[in-house]
């Protein structure tokens, strides 16, 4: 939903890396606090079984969430887009993507993918709820009716089947950033065949429903509510900065429309041959300019991947200083640092390897280097699109 910054790693999942950020442990114990009295009462049992029942159901409702966004990550991989981390924050989940939907269709497949995910998750929990206690009495149980006998496993069930719906309804609601905006921008974009037009109507809702929010917040607020009136209200101005940043982002793009890769680029960067013995790297490349990395190429100029200085001096310290480049680029990760020149820099803005290395390498359709776009290069467009001077 929301963009964060670091995370503490909790584990990982088929490559994927998911972390936390601090939010996500103030998350889970104001939700463990806010349950156990509930949890105690409608249990009738010692504390230290309600705790534990408390404690296990937040755990599972948050692997739900990873679930949640597991299915956007899967899908995203599935259309050649490479997602390394899920970040746990405050108020859910984020898919770490390294570029945008390019496409309509690809916008939608990923942002239904969530829905789903956790439309199967209440489909689990459903059935074994209905194979506890029966279509009669499940109602009762998720209500924590008295008259009937809660157990911890069908008391964390039935919370369970009842948080995930509640997942599944909110996030399908048509307001960016929820992946129900991202379902609606993807359908606008489809018919209009503007991916402006779609992101503009998307966040204009996602604006429309943070105030009807921040209502209902203040309305619970008011009414004694302080709880869940006070998260409504915060979660309903991180949706609405949310949604105007897409919509100020919108008007960036409309205004650099027309700018390619190649408009901007250096088109005579400092390439290292790939037959080039590490040592003379050393003296030639990076001890000469004193740049941390330096993009590789092939005979043919096709760009191959990333020296960085380091793992050159650890090849020399090692007695291997015959070793040639390509043996110690990160050849691997290619295509995670090029752009095709050709390509509008509105997709450069999203990109996460220009931030992480700081340049992207342009090359055109055989995979030649044909130019260097980096941060500062980008900057400086769009400082001429608002009509702001350079500094």
């Known amino acids: 939903m929301l ?15 998911i972390g936390a950020d601090l939010g996500w442990f103030l998350t889970l114990f104001l939700v463990i606090l806010w349950l156990s009295p509930s ?3 409608a249990l009738g049992s010692s504390d230290g079984v309600a705790y534990l029942t408390t404690v296990i159901s ?19 991989r599935r ?9 746990l924050f405050l108020f859910g989940g984020l898919t770490q993507m390294s570029r945008d939907a390019q496409s309509p269709g690809e916008e939608f497949k990923i942002a239904a993918a ?5 439309f199967g998750m209440v489909i689990v929990f459903l059935v074994i709820d209905l194979a506890i206690v029966g279509p009669n009495l499940l109602w009762d149980a998720i209500r924590l009716t008295p008259d009937i006998k809660l157990t911890p496993v069908l008391l964390s069930l039935s919370w369970l089947l009842l948080m995930n719906v509640v997942v599944l309804v909110f996030n399908l609601v048509p307001a960016f950033p929820l992946d129900g905006g991202r ?17 503009q109507s998307a966040a204009k809702l996602g604006q429309g429903f943070a105030v009807i929010l921040a209502g209902i917040g203040i309305w ?55 037959r080039t013995p590490v040592s003379e790297a050393l003296d030639s490349y990076f001890l000469r300019y004193g740049w941390s990395w330096f993009p590789v190429v092939d005979e043919g100029g096709h760009f191959m991947g990333i020296a960085r200085q380091e793992r050159v001096q650890a090849a020399i310290d090692g007695g291997e200083g015959w070793l040639t480049v390509d043996a110690v680029l990160e050849s691997g990760e290619a295509a995670k640092w090029r752009v095709d020149e050709d390509r509008p820099i509105s997709e450069v803005l999203s990109s996460e390897s220009l931030g992480l290395l700081g340049a992207l390498m342009a090359v055109d359709g055989e995979g030649v280097l044909r130019g260097v776009v980096t941060v500062e290069q980008v900057r400086r467009a769009l400082q001429s699109a608002l009509g702001s001077p350079a500094a």
């Open 220 to 274: 619970l607020l008011l009414a004694g509510g302080a709880f869940g009136g006070l998260w409504l209200v915060i979660l309903a101005f991180l949706l609405g900065q949310s949604a105007r940043g897409a919509l100020m982002q919108s008007a960036l793009t409309e205004r650099i429309e027309g700018v390619r890769v190649a408009d901007i680029m250096d088109r005579q960067p400092v390439a290292i041959p790939a």
């Open 79 to 87: 259309q050649g887009i490479e997602v390394k981390s899920i970040q």
């Open 39 to 41: 949890f105690r009462s």
């Open 58 to 76: 937040a755990l599972l409702f948050f692997t739900s969430l990873i679930a949640h966004e597991l299915g956007h990550a899967i899908v995203a």
């Open 183 to 199: 379902i609606a921008r993807a359908i606008i974009w489809r018919i209009t065949g503007d991916k402006r037009r779609g992101t």
């Open 114 to 118: 969530g829905p789903l995910a956790t």
């Open 3 to 17: 963009r964060r910054s670091g995370s503490i790693k909790l584990f990982d999942v088929a490559g994927i890396r």
